[in-house]
T-cell receptor, first 113, second 113 residues
Framework: GEDVEQSLFLSVREGDSSVINCTYT??????LYWYKQEPGAGLQLLTY?????DMKQDQRLTVLLNKKDKHLSLRIADTQTGDSAIYFC?????????????FGAGTRLAVHP | NAGVTQTPKFQVLKTGQSMTLQCAQD?????MSWYRQDPGMGLRLIHY???????DQGEVPNGYNVSRSTTEDFPLRLLSAAPSQTSVYFC????????????FGQGTRLTVV
């Protein structure tokens, strides 16, 4: 079945690195995504990785993909208070001719001084 | 640019009432979808549309109807509201179902009493 698992909370000190982990189940997913949700707002696409890649770096963000273990991680370098938000991992299994997004429950990142 | 616009932002309904959540996008996107967000459960797909005149059910479609008469608009109708439909509803659009980037509206917080 389709399922995305992530831990619910992460607390880090400002300036440290944050690592948010995610596991997914469907190996047919073409893309895997990280979305950010700030309080009272919709989801914003942070970054995504194509399934044939192992790593993608975008400024302070690094995405690592282990297809064998179906494990995805998001590393935020030099974490700032503005990074406090909920981070959602999502896979896109190919079903019925279309890619649908399946979200994890979200990891709430709290950044403290 | 407006992007994806949802109205209303907040709504309180009595059990058994019906209402329509509005969603409009100005990016000429083919693919639109509705999600509900409940605590600890991430986002779950209610209905989606791959183009004007075409809709299909997602993971949790019961109690909801949709239509797509134009590319721009994708309203979600609650036929007879129930307390279990208390949630935050998000509309999203993307170029098509295969493209990585999905744009989300700000959400509608619905309470059914």
């Amino acid at each position: 079945g389709e399922d995305v698992e992530q831990s619910l909370f992460l607390s880090v000190r400002e300036g440290d690195s944050s690592v948010i982990n995610c596991t997914y189940t469907d190996s047919s997913s073409t893309y895997l995504y990280w979305y950010k949700q700030e309080p009272g707002a919709g989801l914003q696409l942070l970054t995504y990785i194509f399934s044939n890649m192992d790593m993608k770096q975008d400024q302070r963000l690094t995405v690592l993909l282990n297809k064998k273990d179906k494990h995805l991680s998001l590393r935020i370098a030099d974490t700032q208070t503005g990074d406090s938000a909920i981070y959602f991992c999502a896979e896109s299994p190919f079903s019925g001719g279309y890619n649908k997004l399946i979200f994890g429950a979200g990891t709430r990142l709290a950044v403290h001084p | 640019n407006a992007g994806v616009t949802q109205t209303p932002k907040f709504q309180v309904l009595k059990t058994g009432q019906s209402m329509t959540l509005q969603c409009a996008q100005d990016m000429n996107h083919e693919y639109m979808s509705w999600y509900r967000q409940d605590p600890g459960m991430g986002l779950r797909l209610i209905h989606y549309s791959v183009g004007a005149g075409i809709t299909d059910q997602g993971e949790v479609p019961n109690g909801y109807n949709v239509s797509r008469s134009t590319t721009e608009d994708f309203p979600l109708r609650l036929l007879s509201a129930a307390p279990s439909q208390t949630s935050v509803y998000f509309c999203a659009s993307s170029y098509d179902s295969l493209r990585a980037e999905a744009f989300f509206g700000q959400g509608t917080r619905l309470t059914v009493v």
